[in-house]
C-alpha cells in the first residue's frame, strides 16, 4: 500500500546534511551546510510528480524546528525557502545573510 501524504509528514530524515522524505522510492530534499551555529539551506528539490503537495514547505518547516530545537540560525540561500520566509513572517528572526 502506499504512503500517504499525511504518513509521509512524519517520515523527514535528516541525515546530516539535508532533511529528505522519500515518498514512492523519490527523494525531495532540502539541503543544508552548517556553519557554526548557522544552517545555511542551500538547496531544495521535489520530483516533479510531488510537487504542490506541501512537500517543500513541509521539509523547510521541518528544517526550521531542527534550528530552534538545536540553537542554530538559518541562511536562506535557496528561493523556496526565502519565499517560505516570506509568507511565514514568524521565522524571520532565526534568519541571517551572512555565514560570517
Known amino acids: 500500500m502506499p504512503e500517504t501524504i499525511k504518513e509521509m509528514k512524519n517520515s523527514i530524515i ?8 522519500n515518498l514512492e522510492g523519490l527523494e525531495s530534499y532540502l539541503a543544508y551546510r552548517r556553519k557554526g551555529k548557522v544552517l545555511d539551506f ?7 510528480v510531488h510537487r504542490g503537495k506541501g512537500l517543500a514547505s513541509d521539509l523547510i518547516l521541518h528544517g526550521m524546528h531542527y534550528a530552534v530545537l538545536n540553537g542554530f ?4 540561500s535557496h528561493p ?4 517560505f520566509l516570506e509568507l511565514n513572517r514568524e521565522w524571520e528572526y532565526l534568519t541571517v545573510y551572512s555565514l560570517n
Open 73 to 76: 540560525r538559518v541562511r536562506p
Open 42 to 48: 542551500y538547496s531544495a528539490y521535489v520530483p516533479g
Open 80 to 83: 523556496a525557502v526565502v519565499r
Open 14 to 21: 535528516n541525515t546530516g546534511d539535508k532533511f529528505v522524505i
